[in-house]
């Protein structure tokens, strides 16, 4: 692999940058709000993606016949990392999870409702798999979807639907054959929000975020809703699944977190000697800065594996997603530690040591490690199809 960025990519790059400076804006991007908090939940994120969708950039992997620019993945790569590092609203669901998937295997109506919509950032989609007794594991989820008429009646409860509250639309799983294997039998839907019979309710996060259970009675959606084949439904959830794991946990984050503890370091004192001379903390710098760029280039991996493949790849997703997100949460650990009792003081306090960032990240990364499929699932993910060990 060659680590170094063309020409052609730098200029990308550059043109990114001045977009953003373009179009800073305090309510649209907040550092302290990372990954999984990065969404386009207000009028100003929508406006902003609505201009990323003017230059183009919403569909950059998409073929051409639907309106994308048939790019290479490590430009949409590069502009993920770019609007994450300004915390600002990343690609998301509708360009990645959804979009992607609706190209694969969704019927013709389907792509014609809703690709140019994805593409003109005018919807927003919730993503409905987890339910209380199917959180990390998809294929056990019950939400019951009964044949009538023209379509399916849905009962039952999703839970950790983030963008429940302000999403236009539901990308769900639901069982349409209770018989069939764990595995088989589930099927994809999309539904209006402001479905009769559907009740959102607010479940808050210990890291200050708001996500929503979802509780579904006698709910219809139209069979021209259902999304790809019958009962082939997890198929595509576990693919659509790698590209969660990959593009919205960005690197970005996590190497700024990185920057601003090591620039703390160099300057701050404890007992009236300068923190960088203690062998303790430098031994710590070191590790910890050894394992971010290892987290970089995993990242860097399965962007490049991607390129080539025609199927996403599921290890390298994996390995990605649980090493990121177990090395932020390392990090937000280690500098709760080097700051020490400051640490623990809100951004809003004006003396606050790194701009407060520690005390929200120390919270927030516990949920990384749990959105787009826990570290136990990756861990089972890859001892199975990379060593093929066998299943628990």
Known sequence: MDFEFTAEEQRFL???????????????????????????DTPERRAFMKKLAKRGWLGITWPKAYGGQAGKGFYEYLLNEKLASVGGPQLGKGTGVVGKTLIKVASEKLKQEFLPKILGAEIEFAIGYSEPSAGSDAAAMRLKAERKGEGWVLNGQKVFTTSAHFADWYWIGARTDPDAPKHHGITLFLL????????????????????????????????????????????????????????????????????????????????????????????????????CEVARLLGVRFVDAALDATKTPTVPASEYKLYATEFSRRLADATMDIVGPGSQLLAEATDAPLAGRPQ????????????????????????????GLPRG
């Open 14 to 40: 550059r043109e990114v940058d001045e977009f953003l400076e373009a179009n800073r804006d305090p309510r649209v991007m907040d550092p302290s709000r990372e990954n999984l908090a990065q969404l386009v």
């Open 192 to 291: 209006p929000m402001n479905a009769p019979g559907l009740t959102i309710q607010a479940m808050h996060t210990i890291g200050g975020e708001r996500t929503n259970a979802v509780f579904f009675d006698d709910v219809f959606v139209h069979d021209d809703y259902r999304v790809g084949e019958l009962n082939k439904g997890f198929q595509y959830i576990a693919e659509a699944l790698d590209l969660e794991r990959f593009g919205m946990f960005t690197f970005s984050p996590i190497r700024g977190r990185m920057e601003l503890l090591c620039d703390y370091v160099k300057t701050a004192e404890r007992d009236g000697e300068p923190l960088k001379n203690d062998p303790v903390v430098r031994q710590k710098i070191a590790q910890l800065a050894t394992e």
């Open 360 to 387: 929200g990240c120390y919270l927030l990364t516990v949920l990384e490690t749990i959105g787009g499929g826990t570290s136990e699932v990756q861990k089972n993910i890859i001892a199975t199809r990379k060593h």
